[in-house]
């Protein structure tokens, strides 16, 4: 701790000007760091939370779009208006199926591969990539790949019918709103099951191995030592993949957008595409708003709730 | 040492300081703000979609014949086209509008422009050009219809375009016919006779007003009265439910593929022409040079639109010209809305497959290029769709309530009273 006297025995001693110029040098020192937040910062907040903040005011407006325009407030209308727009609420449904469905497989699945990646091989890089290249793929490219795989006269039909011969292969999947979704999520869980298995596979090297054999002279047979000794220990790991997938799944867009459009009929519409048209094709931007307003508070409840779920675990164990 | 390291905190600050503000006002200006009529040289932006797809046709012709003669005849006025893809204008219409970075000219979709004409967007040209009324008497009224919003004219058609029938000799040959079926009950007629034979009568890749209205006004009904007052009475009257119910028939007995309700795993109408699968489409010029790429071989016969109880009418669509209101520009810009008028400019397009709008130089058009002169007929009678702000929520409305009607979860009369309804109160507050 620095003496609150030692300033005026320093001031005492030197010159006026040197004594100027260390007090300026020190209140420099002191900004330094802030200045390097700063770039961060201003990008942050001009890039992100301005543009939330507009958003969620346009969300109580009856928004014009023309710069200079006046808009009217209308308060809560744009939220009522939702609550009773049997598109939303199939939207919304149909982005909380899309999250259960293909949330799941991705963290089975990616734990399952990166339990297998685990183990020393020649040929574990190479599949390390093959794992990990759907996820750095664009979405849009595996979008269409997917749409025309899940056409009427495409492989998933051919291989059903003349391949596994379940069925006759005349399934319209992307006409139907389930058979839909589910051409949808597995696109979803295809691309998405390569960045979970990346976070496991991380997870899994921070086991420690004394655990692993202390189970074994102890008798525990495989799954027990998965149960008890490499879940525990990636629990946290856990919690972030199904937090950051839940996000992820009522965010889907890119793929229904490509795949159906949202249809036939709106039976596919979910809540982001519901979005997008209100805001860009119907240039209703406080419906738009209002939409995304619900979105985040219903993603951020959930994530809370998650969050609160696996840190109580935690404390539970300890 | 320290001095050094605040020094960089500090240029680091001001330069993401700089990108920011860059990044948020844009490119594109519009240049000095100097009126034509004096000395001062004029640079007029245009946005346009001339080149969607790659085609480069087009553009040349603008680029490299047409803006030149212009700025030949008009010293002192430069035009800058900026060509961008069809799925992006609107969206780049829209954050311009919001942003006030909007140019001076823009091919706009017909759909569009009484949307953005009642946001303020545009400038009423009829105000604002003495000649209005002369340009606009030459041009199809189903085409300068599409400009009209709340009693005013907010551009002049640009190029037009409408959909005929398009079927196959081996279609014909397949249905036993000589001909192209030319009304309702032909076509009725091929389908019992394509009966079993693997090829659907008809296809078509939605439940839009695009798609479903040449049905609906060709069977006799209507979507609105003529003051677009009121659909209640209009689409869910008796002659358009029939349309509709005679595409519903055809459907639910396998003739018309589910690329209708929106399968988009359907073979698309573009390829199952051509391959067999369908017997007759509806489409527009522009599937010549497309069919003329993917299908060398194939010759696609052009008729009209079956007939019903109310003729062989069509759905007109096409692109406008407007002037956005932010313009400083407005005397050169209004100048070269004229000059697209012009025997000239649309000729010259056509040329390249854009159909005049201009009725006399249709007629010349369709004499140069007898491909043409099926578009130029079914022209004379098309209908746009309603000019109003919310169109694009029409689209909607029309899909999703037709959409349980073919799949036979409800009948045609109550789906389109049920649009009526919703159509009815988009009206009210337009």
Redesign the interface.
């Known amino acids: 701790m620095i003496d609150s006297t030692q300033p005026q025995v320093v001031r005492a001693a030197v010159s006026p000007v040197a004594a100027r110029t260390t007090r300026r ?1 020190r209140r ?2 002191r ?2 760091p802030y ?2 937040l ?3 910062l ?2 942050f907040v ?2 992100i939370v301005y543009p939330m903040v507009r958003a969620f005011q346009m969300s109580f407006y009856d928004w ?6 006046t808009s009217t407030f209308i308060g809560f209308d744009n939220y009522t208006r939702a609550m009773g727009d049997p ?1 939303f609420w199939r939207g919304l449904a149909n982005s909380g199926v899309y999250m259960a469905l293909s949330v799941p497989p991705q963290i089975v699945l990616g734990l399952l591969i990166a339990m297998l990646l685990k183990a020393k091989s020649p040929s574990q890089p190479v599949y390390r990539v093959l794992f990990y290249l759907p996820v750095v793929t664009s979405w849009v490219v595996v979008s269409l790949l997917f ?1 025309y795989l ?5 492989v998933i039909n051919w291989a059903l019918a003349d391949v596994l011969h379940l069925g006759d292969g005349s399934t ?4 139907g709103r389930w058979t839909a979704l589910i051409a949808i999520c597995a696109l979803g869980v295809w691309k998405g099951i390569g960045w979970s298995m990346m976070i496991f596979l991380a997870a899994l090297q921070g086991v420690p191995e004394s655990l692993e054999e202390a189970a074994v002279m102890d008798g525990a047979n495989r799954w027990q030592r998965f149960r008890v000794v490499t879940l525990p220990a990636i629990r946290p790991a856990l919690g972030f993949v199904v937090v950051m997938l839940v996000i992820g799944g009522f965010n889907v867009f890119t793929s229904v957008l490509l ?3 949202g ?5 596919t519409e979910v809540l982001l595409t519901y979005m997008y ?1 209100q805001a ?4 209703d931007f406080g419906y738009g708003s209002a939409i995304a307003v619900i979105l985040t508070v219903i993603v951020f409840l959930l994530s809370l709730a998650q969050m609160r779920l696996f840190r109580g675990g935690d404390e539970e164990e300890r | 040492m ?2 050094s ?2 020094a960089l ?2 240029t ?2 001001l ?3 700089t ?2 503000l860059a ?2 006002s844009g490119s594109t200006g519009t240049g000095s703000g100097a009126t034509a009529g004096t000395a001062a040289p004029v640079t007029l932006t245009m946005w346009g979609t001339y080149g969607n797809g790659g085609n480069t046709a087009q553009t040349d012709v603008l680029n490299k014949t047409l803006i030149p003669s212009f700025e030949a005849s008009h010293p002192g006025i430069t035009v800058k086209y900026v060509d961008i893809p069809y799925d992006s204008l ?2 780049k219409l ?1 954050t311009g ?4 970075e909007l140019p001076d000219l823009v091919r706009s979709d017909i759909g569009w422009v009484a ?1 953005f004409a009642s ?3 545009l400038a009423p040209l009829d105000e604002k050009m003495s000649d209005f009324s002369t340009l606009s008497a030459a041009t199809y009224p189903g085409s300068l219809a599409t400009n009209a919003w709340n009693g005013h004219y907010y551009g002049l058609p640009l190029d037009t375009n409408t959909r005929v029938l398009v079927t196959s000799q081996a279609a014909l040959d397949a249905a036993g016919m000589s001909k192209p079926p030319a009304t309702f009950d032909d076509l009725k007629a091929m389908a019992a006779a394509l009966k079993g034979k693997k090829i659907a009568v008809f296809a078509d890749s ?2 839009q007003g695009w798609n479903i209205l040449p049905w609906i006004w060709s069977g006799g009904g209507e979507i609105t009265d003529a003051k677009l007052t009121k659909a209640t009475g209009y689409l869910d009257g008796s002659k358009s439910v029939a349309a509709v119910q005679m595409l519903v028939d055809l459907y639910k007995q396998g003739e018309i593929p ?1 690329l209708l ?7 698309s109408t573009s390829d199952g022409l051509p391959k067999g699968e369908y017997a007759t489409i509806l489409d527009g010029p522009w599937m010549r040079d497309i069919w003329k790429g993917q299908f060398p071989a194939f010759a696609p016969i052009y008729a009209p639109v079956p007939a019903g109880a109310g003729g062989s009418i069509s759905v007109v669509g096409g692109e406008d010209v407007v002037i956005p209101s932010t313009t400083t520009h407005l005397d050169a810009a209004t100048a070269f809305v004229r000059y697209t008028q012009s025997d000239e400019f649309q000729l010259a397009m056509a040329k390249v497959g854009q159909m005049p709008v201009v009725a006399s130089a249709g007629t010349k058009a369709a004499a140069a290029d007898p491909f043409y002169a099926p578009f130029a007929t079914q022209l004379a009678t098309a209908k746009p769709r309603l000019v109003i702000p ?1 169109s ?2 029409v689209d ?1 409305i029309l ?6 009607a073919f799949e036979g979860t409800t009948t045609v009369q109550a789906a389109l009273t049920s649009a009526a309804k919703q159509i009815d109160a988009l009206l009210t507050s337009k």
């Open positions: 040098r420099a020192g900004a330094t200045l390097f700063a770039p961060a201003v990008l001009g890039l014009k779009v023309l710069a200079g325009a598109v749409k899940f056409a009427d006269k495409g319209s999947w992307l006409s795949m159906t459009g249809g036939p009929g709106g039976q048209r860009f094709t119907n240039l | 320290k001095r390291m605040t905190a500090v680091s600050v330069t993401a300081t990108l920011a990044g948020c609107k969206q829209t509008a919001a942003g006030g949307q946001l303020g967007v939605g439940l589910n309700t929106g399968n988009t795993g359907a073979t919310q694009s929520q909607t899909s999703t309530e037709l959409t349980p």
